[in-house]
């Protein structure tokens, strides 16, 4: 293999690894706000809320509870990405160097706005 043929390889297996490393903090991320916010809600429901005798009843209160869980860890994900985009920018230009915050970019903050803003409008169609 040409040393250009490996430097481009490199960078082309770099920005694989940041583009998965992404997707997994993102998901990680939303899939803790949801189960947390699923717990919330469940906790200050009625207990009789969804017990009905009629299985269309239960069925419609079901995808409620989840429509309302996904709404809420959206609002709190965007409530939480500006102290969270802020911290991660002091982190960054104050250790610019650290292997561990190298995970911690502009592009990785770039793509949770782009899906907070993305669900967000989902949630006010559905």
Not at 72 to 98: D, H, M, T
Not at 105 to 116: D, E, P, Q, R, T
Request: charged letters at 15%; glycine letters at 2%; hydrophobic letters at 50%.
């Amino acid at each position: 293999m040409e040393a250009p043929d490996y430097e481009v390889l490199s960078v082309r297996e770099q920005l694989f690894h940041e583009r998965i490393r992404e997707c997994i903090i993102s998901t990680l991320l939303f899939a803790t706000l949801y189960i947390l916010c699923h717990i919330f809600l469940t906790r200050f429901k009625k207990p009789a809320e969804f017990t009905t005798v009629d299985d269309e009843d239960a069925t419609v209160n079901k995808i409620a509870l989840e429509l309302c869980t996904f709404t809420l860890a959206i609002a709190l994900g965007a409530v939480l990405l500006l102290p969270f985009s802020i911290i991660s920018n002091e982190v960054l230009l104050s250790l610019p160097r650290n292997y561990y915050i190298q995970w911690l970019n502009g592009s990785l903050i770039h793509g949770l706005w782009n899906l907070v803003f993305l669900f967000s409008n989902l949630s006010l169609i559905f």
